[in-house]
């Protein structure tokens, strides 16, 4: 009965999200339609992070290069005059998925706060290597001419349309991350997060499944980085400064670690806040810092946790992140 009402509410939520960009010109919103699909494509990089951070209990701090690496593939396939979105969005997925790799393969050795820093080291290495790109902009960063094509009479320049192709490929990577985290694979990652020892013991292939989900995460974070790069046109070094990463790690500790929902709860309340008090004060930065404040102190299991009970099958993070990378 749960389960039924709980599609019947994402179906719902679905149809909404489908219809905006047919009710937002009636309304004079027609803006709104590229900042509605901004959200999705954040969210979706958001529920990335949250699972590798809240599932795994890995806390990575450079998604955002990971991000920035499926942008620039998508900068460097349409300077080669390659314009399909069957080649530049798989590519982007990969080659963000094959570097998360590398990098897993050395940050995953150590523990803690080295954890931390060697995860920030490698998003700074890159975000310099893009910087230095002169044929891609350098730190001006890249005008791309076009949007991508997808299908014959299909006009990806038109916002609805894009908005529309966003919306599904956002829809299916986060059912596809919500199966993940429900497989045996997904429950040995939490095994892993809640207790590493005992998992080795039980001769799970700790390394390999951590080595996994780090790909798998940055492959993900690479697909929102070529739809924002779509979406925007733009694509500068600025989307994979670690700041970038430190808001999205804010973004799923306020959405709340470990829960389903809590990455993409956590871009939408973050990224609507800011677009709503940027329009009255220069410093939104503080209302968003008592937002943080207030979660930490009324809600520590995030804002996602107040609709709903702590499943067996999804344990959440404890908010003293007990096992996770960053304490073991």
């Not at 902009?137 to 038109?158: E, K």
């Not at 892993?192 to 799970?204: P, S, V």
């Not at 492959?219 to 046109?233: E, R, T």
């Not at 943080?292 to 107040?306: C, D, E, N, S, T």
Request: hydrophobic share 55%.
């Amino acid at each position: 009965m749960k389960s039924s009402s709980r599609y019947t509410g994402l179906g719902l939520l679905l149809l909404l999200l489908a219809a905006f960009p047919l009710v937002a010109p009636l309304f004079g919103l027609e803006f709104y339609i590229g900042f509605v699909r901004r959200v999705l494509v954040v969210a979706l990089a958001a529920a990335s992070l949250n699972f590798i951070l809240g599932f795994g209990g890995m806390v990575a701090l450079g998604h955002a290069g990971f991000i920035g690496m499926g942008a620039y593939t998508v900068v460097a396939l349409s300077d080669a005059g390659v314009m399909s979105a069957w080649v530049m969005w798989p590519a982007a997925a990969l080659v963000a998925g094959l570097v998360a790799a590398l990098i897993g393969m050395v940050a995953l050795r150590t523990r803690g706060v080295y954890f931390i820093m060697t995860t920030l080291a490698f998003a700074q290495m890159l975000y310099f290597v893009v910087v230095s790109l002169r044929r891609y902009g350098g730190d001006d960063g890249y005008t791309l001419m076009s949007r991508p094509t997808l299908l014959p009479g299909l006009d990806l320049g038109n916002e609805s349309n894009f908005y529309w192709v966003v919306l599904v490929l956002v829809a299916l990577a986060l059912w596809w991350l919500h199966r993940a985290t429900q497989s045996r694979f997904g429950h040995a990652l939490m095994g892993i997060r809640d207790n590493e020892t005992r998992m080795r013991a039980l001769g799970y292939p700790v390394f390999r499944l951590q080595l996994v989900a780090f790909a798998i995460a940055g492959a993900i974070a690479g697909l929102a980085g070529a739809l924002l790069a779509g979406g925007n046109g733009f694509v500068s070094p600025a989307t994979m400064h670690w700041t970038q990463s430190a808001t999205l790690l804010v973004m799923v500790v306020i959405g709340g670690l470990g829960r389903g929902w809590g990455g993409p709860v956590g871009a939408v309340v973050w990224l609507v806040l800011e677009e709503a008090l940027k329009q009255h004060t220069e410093h939104w930065h503080m209302p968003l810092g008592l937002l943080l404040i207030a979660v930490a102190l009324w809600a520590p299991k995030g804002l996602a946790a107040l609709y709903r009970r702590r499943s067996p099958l999804t344990p959440a993070l404890s908010p003293e992140g007990r096992g996770s990378k960053a304490t073991t």
